[in-house]
């Protein structure tokens, strides 16, 4: 059977332009390339046979159906079925007239009953108790679903380049029936027509040119916008361009003067300069600094009260279905630079149907967007000696290598009960829901797994308060953690289970943690309710805590019985980004997360996950790298004296360690009166050597004590003792 339909959708085995015309064009002594636009372009998709497992949800088996590179999607209740998405370069001066698909089917089965797509469900507190059930509408219905081979996600511009995104349905069910059909190939044929207008957008740069061919998968297309006549438009060239205001100028110079010295061109730029401080004259002064200055990163610097976000308007495509709708400040208005974002006039900006000539707004980053949301001058130094002293680590710095996994208990949602089962797809990497992406390499990182679910004394049958309590995770943070990944319940002002007053206590005043959490409203710097949410205690509102982060504005979302959640969707390809696609840059690569996942931008809560994942941060900063080789210690020996307990640490691993934390508890005696905590660091310890510690108070009583050590890098040293009067003996492992 051969099915034609118009189309979005795919992913690339083949491709092929039809009327692209080359011509030579003799340039000095060597010819330059020019093309003509071509009058279609044309690809094939291949699609692996349908692998069928089967599922329980509520006690009801469903068949659950997978091709792998082709992630399944859709809204609660729906199939849950296989989906692909096509990201197509349109060659230069043309648009879409239309679009056709064909393929012929294969029967995969019958009799089969698809697992419904979960329901999101916000991280908070309070998440509301939901079933997962299928939409009887469809499931008793005898037409094919989805019913067409495709949905039309839009035209989007990135730097002067047109991207057509489309969207591939190679799997068709029939509920009622069971019947399962799945293409084994989809041939995508896109006709063009031309469309004369000049791209102001467009620099004929060879940098631009580098990072769309990371952004489509018809490169070929490319040269159809190479212009050998056309000289860039760039007067001054600028990697980032700092806007805030003049009162905060000078405090974020250290922070330009440190990019200069690595190679990285900044300007400041302030509200006087921009004439205005509307969203809207903001967004105009960055468009021109894109093009005249050459910048590639924004770094926002003031809460929004200096520089005020744009609220962009999000809600669920039917009430019924996903029933969350509210207004969020969304930085990426300033970095898709490229139409309008209200067309219609409305009070609500940023609706599917705010760009130009009524399609979708500019949702491809043009540039790269963080923001230091500073109240005023000493916010702004904490925030720039945070930044100037990552810029500024040693290559290799032991810490740099550490890593933790923060996950709590989400409630009686089947595989998705556990923030730590989403979290551990971000380690090494996953292949799970149809889609593969590289996580945070176990090999280079010191992955510490801090789960509700491993932590001891956690209760299965009474889940809620048994799990890791903060302080297990201000120690981390205090003994400095280079990267930090949450999944868990959170809002305003609290996140990670700590409040905003936790974040004041904090004592790192080095080695800064960079922090990605799914929890909910906690990047709210538009905080309704009046006060500063806690991913700006944690950024500027001291000089501990973190450098940078990525929080959300409002609700995060996690998917009931499925570990394919919406924010989840965008964590692992933030880390792929980083990791897979080697974007060090952490503004680049909260972008490429979003776009990564653009083509399902009209799944359940994905636009709203796309608008409210700000970076508190400055985007040019690149992820400093690990050693690539783990620190390695040992507790040697612990042994007793003259009123103290040493302990000897020995350096047995390939690389010297700095600012390594221990503590040493002693408790214990008649009555239980030795009660001594130590806790202290080394400076430094290189391969091979060895250092005594040992707590500062002296120990004297009488009777069995308990001796607890613990180093960073080292497996903890439990064990006993006996202390008469002013000596410490027998000193044994436990």
């Given at each position: 059977m051969i099915h034609i339909d118009r189309i979005v959708g795919g992913r690339i085995n083949a491709f092929g332009i039809t009327a692209l015309v080359i011509i030579l064009v003799a340039s000095g002594a060597n010819p330059v390339i020019f093309a003509q636009a071509?009058?279609?372009?044309?690809?094939?998709?291949?699609?692996?046979?349908?692998?069928?497992?089967?599922?329980?949800?509520?006690?009801?088996?469903?068949?659950?159906?997978?091709?792998?590179?082709?992630?399944?999607?859709?809204?609660p209740g729906e199939p849950l079925l296989p989906t692909k998405g096509a990201y197509l370069l349109l060659p230069a001066d043309t648009m879409v007239d239309s679009i056709m698909i064909t393929g012929e089917r294969s029967l995969v089965g019958s009799g089969l009953t698809i697992t419904p797509c979960g329901v999101p469900i916000p991280l908070i507190p309070d998440a509301p108790e939901v079933e997962t059930e299928p939409d009887q509408s469809i499931y008793q219905s005898s037409e094919e679903f989805p019913g067409s081979l495709f949905h039309e996600v839009g035209v989007y511009q990135y730097r002067g380049y047109s991207i057509v995104v489309l969207v591939l349905f190679p799997v068709q069910y029939i509920p009622r029936?069971?019947?399962?059909?799945?293409?084994?190939?989809?041939?995508?044929?896109?006709?063009?027509?031309?469309?004369?207008?000049?791209?102001?957008?467009?620099?004929n740069s060879p940098i631009d040119q580098s990072e769309l061919l990371l952004k489509i998968q018809n490169p070929s297309v490319e040269i159809t916008y190479q212009q050998p006549f056309h000289a860039p438009i760039v007067s001054d060239q600028y990697d980032l361009l700092i806007l805030t205001t003049d009162a905060f100028k000078a405090g974020f110079q250290p922070l330009a003067d440190q990019h200069n010295l690595t190679g990285k061109q900044t300007i400041i730029r302030t509200l006087t300069d921009v004439g205005g401080s509307s969203p809207e004259a903001i967004r105009s002064y960055i468009q021109n600094a894109y093009t005249t200055m050459g910048i590639s990163y924004v770094l926002l610097g003031g809460d929004t009260e200096s520089i005020p976000a744009k609220m962009l308007y999000v809600e669920g495509m039917d009430e019924n279905v996903t029933p969350y709708n509210t207004l969020m400040p969304a930085d990426l208005y300033y970095a898709c630079l490229d139409g309008p974002f209200n067309s219609d006039g409305d009070e609500y900006w940023g609706e599917p149907h705010d760009g130009e000539n009524g399609t979708d707004v500019d949702l491809i980053a043009d540039v790269y967007v963080g923001r230091a949301c500073a109240d005023n001058l000493q916010e702004v130094q904490n925030f720039v000696q945070k930044n100037v002293e990552y810029l500024s680590l040693p290559s290799g710095d032991t810490y740099l290598g550490d890593a933790t996994f923060a996950g709590e208990y989400l409630g009686d949602y089947g595989i998705a009960s556990f923030g730590g089962t989403t979290l551990n797809q971000l380690i090494n990497g996953s292949s799970e829901n149809g889609f593969t992406t590289v996580g945070i390499p176990a090999s280079l990182y010191n992955i510490d797994r801090l789960y509700d679910e491993l932590y001891p004394g956690f209760d299965p049958s009474n889940p809620w308060g048994t799990g890791w309590p903060k302080q297990e995770l201000i120690s981390r943070i205090n003994n400095g953690v280079h990267l930090i990944n949450?999944?868990?319940?959170?809002?305003?002002?609290?996140?990670?289970?700590?409040?905003?007053?936790?974040?004041?206590?904090?004592?790192?005043?080095?080695?800064?943690?960079?922090?990605?959490?799914?929890?909910?409203?906690?990047?709210?710097?538009?905080?309704?309710?009046?006060?500063?949410?806690?991913?700006?205690?944690?950024?500027?509102?001291?000089?501990?805590?973190?450098?940078?982060?990525?929080?959300?504005?409002?609700?995060?979302?996690?998917?009931?019985?499925?570990?394919?959640?919406?924010?989840?969707?965008?964590?692992?390809?933030?880390?792929d980004a980083v990791f897979g696609e080697n974007i060090r840059e952490m503004g680049r690569a909260n972008h490429d997360s979003k776009e990564d996942n653009l083509f399902m931008i009209q799944r359940s809560c994905m636009r709203w996950v796309?608008?409210?994942?700000?970076?508190?941060?400055?985007?040019?900063?690149?992820?400093?790298?690990a050693s690539g080789v783990k620190p390695q210690l040992h507790i040697s020996d612990v042994r007793g004296g003259k009123g103290i307990v040493q302990v000897s640490i020995e350096n047995n691993g390939e690389v010297p360690v700095t600012n390594i934390p221990w503590s040493i508890v002693v408790v214990g005696g008649i009555f239980g009166r030795i009660n001594i905590t130590s806790v202290d660091s080394i400076a430094s310890l290189g391969i091979g050597?060895?250092?005594?510690?040992?707590?500062?108070?002296?120990?004297?009583?009488?009777?069995?004590?308990?001796?607890?050590?613990?180093?960073?890098?080292?497996?903890?040293?439990?064990?006993?003792?006996?202390?008469?009067?002013?000596?410490?003996?027998?000193?044994?492992?436990?």
């Open positions: 071509a009058d279609s372009i044309s690809m094939t998709y291949s699609f692996s046979k349908p692998v069928i497992t089967q599922v329980t949800i509520d006690d009801v088996i469903y068949d659950q159906v997978t091709i792998q590179d082709a992630p399944c999607s859709g809204d029936t069971g019947d399962l059909f799945y293409y084994p190939t989809l041939t995508v044929t896109v006709s063009l027509s031309q469309k004369h207008s000049e791209s102001l957008m467009f620099r949450h999944d868990g319940h959170a809002y305003y002002d609290y996140n990670m289970r700590m409040y905003n007053s936790d974040v004041t206590t904090l004592t790192n005043e080095h080695n800064f943690c960079f922090v990605y959490s799914q929890g909910c409203m906690s990047g709210g710097f538009d905080n309704p309710e009046g006060t500063d949410c806690i991913a700006e205690y944690f950024t500027v509102k001291n000089t501990q805590g973190a450098f940078a982060g990525i929080w959300n504005a409002r609700y995060g979302f996690f998917w009931s019985y499925s570990t394919d959640g919406d924010s989840q969707r965008y964590h692992r390809q933030f880390w796309y608008y409210e994942t700000n970076l508190f941060g400055d985007p040019a900063v690149s992820f400093q790298n050597d060895t250092l005594t510690v040992q707590p500062d108070n002296t120990i004297f009583g009488l009777g069995k004590i308990t001796i607890q050590t613990s180093v960073k890098y080292a497996e903890d040293w439990n064990g006993t003792g006996f202390v008469f009067g002013p000596f410490v003996l027998r000193i044994a492992p436990g």
